[in-house]
């Protein structure tokens, strides 16, 4: 477990007495004729006393179902990740406040960045026309702050350089089947039909998808080059089964950034290739073209060369939402119009009127994460945002030199792979309205704990 990560003891607490009404509630269910209800409540109770005892546990739960986005709520409300994360969050609190310290991981800078972003949205809910669309953001900032405190206090060494990217890959390639059944067999559970049919897996937006694929690609290129031999074919067998599921998706955007990453990959694992290496990558490279070009419907590629054409409806809708960005921070360029507000802008806006389709709501987001920041934050938010993303790419990358620089090759890849993954979801965020993405707050704690654990690696070195 992460330095200071919670080891819970229900005789060192007062979590014992969580227990109490629980038990007294399956003792009521017992003597009413709802009694059937009571075994139900206690399988529950007591998977809720081993979160308690293995908080950790739930906070892997949480890494798993975030490509599962459609189907995490619990009876149509509830949402199972915020159920999982608030058992880990609770034992953290109750642990610090039987130790009288907050966990040593949650130590680092990156917290004066997003304290200084959530200011500024708190001050943005004074005065704005839209307080409901502010409040809203402002609660999903706190949670994004409570979901990164989680990430620095359970990564740990061993989570760092196994656990986390198995769980990543087996999730994401999981969601990325059921996109790749749901685009071939035409399921709408697993497919949007709207127009056309476009992959989207567990998840409800196929551009989402798409950023889920990209993401996952460099933790599984890693894999291929440094795992054991008798996993290669599994890893091998999932990268394939995301490039389907990318190609499910029909996303240009998802493309672009695709080849983008294949590129800052070959680039990251130059070291790797020798000269006698180019005749076999470029004849595999050669064969892998011709087999895509070959299997993918033509209306895949007639879909991407609309984009060069400038001629597609969604193409002139995105250039709507760059102009109206615009207009917006030209209207208040310091602080913003408050947080989140970009498409309350745009649903009130005559140009938003124009590219109003019938039975869809006219408040759509301005796919680029950095200007729904400006428009909402202004230049102050929109500086504190990529400040916060820079720190955590630039620590990130220190912690990948000092570790090469000890010679801890491994370690340093594996930390290669989760900068490519960060940059790539940067680049995205540029066609993607997601600021607060899960993985983006993942990859920004992990950048702390990287850091910290590198850092201790050299002091030991030294020592030595």
Known sequence: MAVGAPSFDLRASPAWLLSVLPVLAILYLLTTPYYAMAPLLAIALVALVGLFLR?????????????????RAIAGTVKLDWVLAGVALLVVLLQAVARRRLPDGLRNALWWWWLGLLLVSLFSLYGTQWPETVS???????????????????????????????????????????????????????????????????????????????FVTPLLVERLINGRAGLRLYYAAALLINIAALVSTYSRGGLIAFVLCLLMLAWAYRHHFRVRHLGVALMLVLFGSEVLIATVPASYWERQISLAQGKDFAVKRRSSYLEVGMEAFRAAPLLGHGAGTFRDIYGESSIGAEFEKEGKTRRRFAHNSYLEILVGNGLVGVLLYAGMLGFAWLSIRHAQRLWRTLGLGRLADQTAAYQTSLTITLLYLFIFSEPLHKYLLLLLALSQVALMYARQDRAEAVKS
């Open 136 to 214: 809203h953001n402002l609660r999903n900032l706190v949670a994004a702050g409570l979901f990164m405190a989680l990430g620095m206090i359970f990564i740990d060494r061993r989570v760092y350089r196994g656990l986390l990217p198995e769980l990543i890959i087996a999730s994401i390639t999981l969601g990325s089947v059921s996109a790749v059944l749901g685009f071939l067999f035409q399921i709408e559970l697993f497919a949007d039909g709207g127009g056309f049919t476009r992959g989207t897996g567990l998840t409800a937006d196929p551009n989402n998808l798409a950023l889920f694929v990209i």
């Open 55 to 71: 908080p950790e546990m739930a906070f892997w739960g949480v890494i798993f179902i975030i490509p599962f986005g459609a189907y």
